[in-house]
């Protein structure tokens, strides 16, 4: 089995090296590109999101500020603008779920 061996190897040394022989070819070419593409796409995504999520948090520190003002100038009830409305301005029903609960 040794012999095998050593007449294997010796006969791989004396093969010359053909760089053709171990490219990837085009199918190593199409596998790169769709991984190099997948990965495009995820940077893509995960820069919308974090974008989204900068933006919420902005919106969320304004509409607290807004409160705090309202509190500090005229002890304004929190909620019922000039029009004594209650109803939440569009997007702060957003801003208020995604804000944890506290244990009472």
Do not use: C, H
């Amino acid at each position: 089995m040794n012999a095998v061996a050593v007449v294997a190897a010796v006969v791989a040394a004396e093969e010359e090296f053909d760089p053709n022989d171990v490219t990837p070819g085009v199918e190593g070419f199409v596998i790169t590109f769709i991984v190099m593409a997948v990965v495009v796409l995820l940077v893509l995504d995960m820069v919308r999101r974090i974008r989204r999520v900068n933006y919420r948090a902005e919106v969320r520190e304004q509409l607290e500020a807004e409160r705090r003002a309202e509190e500090l100038d005229g002890g304004a009830v929190p909620g019922e603008g000039e029009g004594g409305s209650t109803v939440a301005p569009a997007g702060e029903a957003d801003a208020a779920s995604d804000r944890p609960t506290k244990p009472e």
